[in-house]
């Protein structure tokens, strides 16, 4: 293992332990990364389709009322899961966003 001077030292028993758990950690991180990731392409697919559909039909990029039935649910999964539920609204409220500025793109484009 290394130092924070990046100097090789011995390891005892219970470093190489705590190195071997945090590599172990680290790799269900990088593999729950690679499935939000993934989940994230897969919902945009949808959104780009729902953003074409609105732009088509003269739709509001934005719909408030799908947005609250959206959050609340979201907040209640982030409670069973064990997740800050302020935490589970400041993504959802963050991704909205990029899609409804996807959706003007579309309308401002009529693609
Ligand atoms: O469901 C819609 O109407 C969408 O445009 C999708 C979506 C979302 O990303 O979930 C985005 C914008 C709306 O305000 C509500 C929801």
């Not at 390891?11 to 705590?18: E, F, G, I, N």
């Not at 209640?76 to 609204?89: T, V, Y």
């Not at 959706?103 to 009529?110: D, L, P, S």
Request: proline letters at 5%; a negative charge.
């Amino acid at each position: 293992m290394t130092d924070t001077r990046g100097t090789e030292t011995p390891m005892s028993d219970d470093t190489s332990r705590a190195a071997r758990l945090l590599s172990e950690h680290r790799a269900s991180i990088d593999r729950l990364d690679a499935i939000l990731v993934y989940t994230l392409g897969e919902r945009f697919k949808h959104t780009q389709a729902v953003g074409r559909l609105k732009a088509e039909h003269e739709l509001p990029p934005s719909d408030p009322a799908r947005e609250a039935q959206q959050i609340a649910r979201l907040e209640e999964l982030a409670k069973e899961a064990d997740l800050d539920p302020d935490f589970a609204k400041k993504f959802l409220n963050f991704i909205i966003a990029e899609v409804i500025q996807h959706h003007r793109k579309h309308q401002e484009t009529g693609s």
